[in-house]
T-cell receptor, first 113, second 112 residues
């Protein structure tokens, strides 16, 4: 019974490149959440998706960031034209329904050179 | 705007003693609260939750207390074990919302 799977675990990009982070939710979970954790800070909500729909993206930066959760395949968090300030740990979580405990993946650590 | 606050960044406790981790929140609409535990290089793991209709929830060595009037919750671990050493996050949500709001975490060290 696999948990939430995120890949890659570590991603290094140069400024201006694109970063793609993938998340496969737990089996039976249709709600996916993305969080960002900056050094010395807590988890900050970015976006909440259900299959093919963005439900709440109030935590997403308005530019360069996008997320999707297609009918088939994993959820993708995409960061275009990365900058140094994008360096962080990005966590994906899933739940079977809204307001149920979320199960987290082990995160993707993004480093920008 | 930090709606969930964990004011103690770290806590050290002797093995066998009680660990008490505290969390305060500002939004009176929050009605569902959770605690997560996080080891380095891993994602947070759900520990225990409580809804606002209760003031206490217990699961083995872990008990969460909720004081709605003070907008305060706490996690008690007793007896503390070295394997409990981790960062603990509290989180809160409200039924009409779509997200959990997380505190900044408390790093617990249990000394053998």
């Amino acid at each position: 019974n696999a948990g939430v799977m995120q890949n890659p675990r570590h991603l290094v990009r140069r400024r201006g490149q694109e970063a793609r982070l993938r998340c496969s939710p737990m089996k039976g979970h249709s709600h996916v959440y993305w969080y960002r954790q900056l050094p010395e800070e807590g988890l900050k909500f970015m976006v909440y998706l259900q299959k093919e729909n963005i439900i709440d993206e109030s935590g997403m930066p308005k530019e360069r960031f996008s997320a999707e959760f297609p009918k088939e395949g994993p959820s993708i968090l995409r960061i275009q034209q990365v900058v140094r300030g994008d360096s962080a740990a990005y966590f994906c979580a899933s739940s079977p329904d809204l307001n149920q405990p979320q199960h987290f993946g082990d995160g993707t650590r993004l480093s920008i050179l | 705007d930090q709606q969930v606050k964990q004011n103690s960044p770290s806590l050290s406790v002797q093995e066998g003693r009680i660990s008490i981790l505290n969390c305060d929140y500002t939004n009176s609409m929050f009605d569902y609260f959770l605690w997560y535990k996080k080891y380095p290089a891993e994602g947070p793991t759900f520990l225990i939750s409580i809804s606002s209709i209760k003031d206490k929830n217990e699961d083995g060595r872990f008990t969460v207390f909720l004081n709605k009037s003070a907008k305060h919750l706490s996690l008690h671990i007793v007896p503390s074990q070295p394997g409990d050493s981790a960062v603990y996050f509290c989180a809160a949500s409200h039924l009409t919302g779509n997200q959990f709001y997380f505190g900044t975490g408390t790093s617990l060290t249990v000394i053998p």
